[in-house]
């Protein structure tokens, strides 16, 4: 017996110590980015380095939000991380309601498409996509960028899809057809008000994927007000120095939005997460 509360005893101390050490080597670095944006530049280099220095200051905040070239960076992420969202999460509700409910003809080399296209890294994918955005004349283009991310974001969202829909019983659609409705009253009137879980998990991940991608951002936009705030950053980088607490201060506001969005419906998100691996 007490032997038992002893191990039991160590097993916590065990767990904890391992969240502790997770948790500063997930959080330091994200400590120190914050820190250093209300550092010099001179500063963020100083021996020995300290979380907080005399240099305090929010100049590099005040020269990022200061440059209309910076702000039309933030106005070019939201669009496009918005346009993404709306139009992904709408096809994958049609789409995953269509593999949930019926029986069609290649729906099985659909499925295996679609988790075909989750599996390749998009690296592989660049040179082909951009010689297919040059010739349909879409080129430094926000249709460009989004069109780009919906081909890897849609293949995850129908899987979550599909798998939330799996979990919603069909007595719902028998239901609502007895009462007359068809499949699109049964999908938008009573799937999707109860499928909110999954929907904003999906929404959230896309979101997330749109506002931090930078390898096509990069590739598929020559001028600065086609940029991104990932390819914002990476200008900061000139060819003779580096405005590393600009870098820093725009990296912690290109941050806020995914984490506000997280914090506000990550309820719905674990929720939507967990539901829709259940059942595929």
């Not at 939330?164 to 009253?185: C, K, Q, W």
């Not at 990476?234 to 912690?252: D, I, K, P, T, Y």
């Not at 506000?260 to 059942?279: D, H, P, V, W």
Request: aromatic share 16%; net charge positive; hydrophobic share 55%.
């Amino acid at each position: 017996m007490v032997g038992g509360r002893a191990q039991l005893r160590g097993a916590k101390l065990l767990t904890w110590v391992a969240l502790i050490a997770g948790a500063c080597f997930a959080g330091l670095p994200a400590l120190w980015m914050v820190a250093s944006a209300f550092k010099s530049n001179l500063a963020i280099f100083a021996y020995p380095p300290a979380l907080i220095d005399h240099s305090f200051s929010f100049n590099a905040y005040l020269a990022v939000l200061g440059d209309a070239r910076q702000l039309r960076f933030f106005f070019n992420s939201y669009l496009v991380a918005l346009l993404v969202t709306i139009c992904t999460v709408v096809a994958s509700i049609l789409a995953g309601y269509s593999f949930s409910r019926y029986d069609f003809r290649f729906k099985r080399f659909l499925t295996l498409v679609i988790i075909g296209v989750q599996s390749v890294p998009p690296i592989t994918l660049m040179i082909p996509y951009f010689g297919l955005i040059v010739w349909l004349g879409l080129y430094n283009s926000y249709a460009a960028l989004v069109l780009t991310y919906m081909v890897f974001t849609l293949s995850y969202a129908i899987i979550m899809m599909t798998g939330y829909f799996n979990t919603l019983p069909r007595d719902l659609d028998e239901a609502v057809m007895i009462d007359g409705g068809g499949s699109f009253v049964t999908l938008w009137r009573i799937l999707v008000p109860i499928s909110l879980p999954g929907i904003v998990s999906v929404g959230v991940y896309t979101f997330m994927l749109a506002w931090n991608e930078f390898l096509f951002a990069l590739t598929l936009t020559r001028t600065n007000d086609m940029r991104t705030v990932p390819i914002g950053i990476h200008l900061l980088m000139g060819q003779h120095s580096f405005e590393w607490n600009q870098m820093m201060a725009l990296s912690v506001l290109g941050s806020l939005p995914v984490l506000i969005l997280f914090l506000l419906f990550q309820r719905y998100f674990i929720a939507g997460m967990s539901a829709g691996s259940i059942k595929g």
